[in-house]
């Protein structure tokens, strides 16, 4: 584990944390900083600083305890939604490279903005790179 690593210093109980849920391979604790009340982030227990480097059972576990505690993190706080997002890679604002999954809780009429608030304008692509990219993104591994 990366003795740098402020998750894995969680997870092995070093540095205290809210934790919401715990199983062998996934662990889930309130955000330190959060968004919003309730604000709960999903890892992995292993170690991994990139979506794509993960095992698939390991992202489906990653991914399926996301969609568990979404309702519920929405439920203790009663909130009207959720934002489920990771920031993946450091162009993505990713700031602790060991994947976590963000629920964020969402209210109507808060000022967070939908995902494409992330960006100002949307990219212009034309019928071809879509066909070209949707060709790259069916054949690649
Ligand atoms: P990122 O930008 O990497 O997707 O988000 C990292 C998140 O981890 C931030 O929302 C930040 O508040 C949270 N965080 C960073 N260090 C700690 C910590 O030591 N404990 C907890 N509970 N959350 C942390
Ligand atoms: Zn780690």
């Not at 990653?62 to 009663?78: E, H, I, P």
């Not at 967070?112 to 034309?126: K, T, Y």
């Amino acid at each position: 584990m990366p003795e740098d690593c402020p998750f894995c210093g969680i997870i092995a109980g070093e540095i205290p944390s809210y934790t919401v849920y715990g199983d062998e391979d996934v662990m889930a604790f309130l955000d330190v900083n959060p968004l919003a009340r309730g604000h709960t982030l999903v890892v992995p227990k292993k170690h991994h600083p990139r979506v794509s480097g993960i095992p698939a059972e390991t992202t489906d576990a990653v991914f399926q305890t996301a969609g568990r505690l979404s309702g519920r993190v929405a439920t203790a706080v009663d909130a009207d939604g959720t934002t489920i997002a990771v920031n993946d890679g450091p162009a993505a604002g990713q700031e602790v490279p060991h994947v976590h999954v963000h629920i964020v809780p969402r209210f109507d009429g808060d000022d967070g903005g939908a995902i494409h608030s992330l960006f100002r304008s949307q990219a212009s692509v034309s019928d071809e790179e879509l066909q070209s990219v949707a060709e790259d993104i069916k054949d690649g591994d």
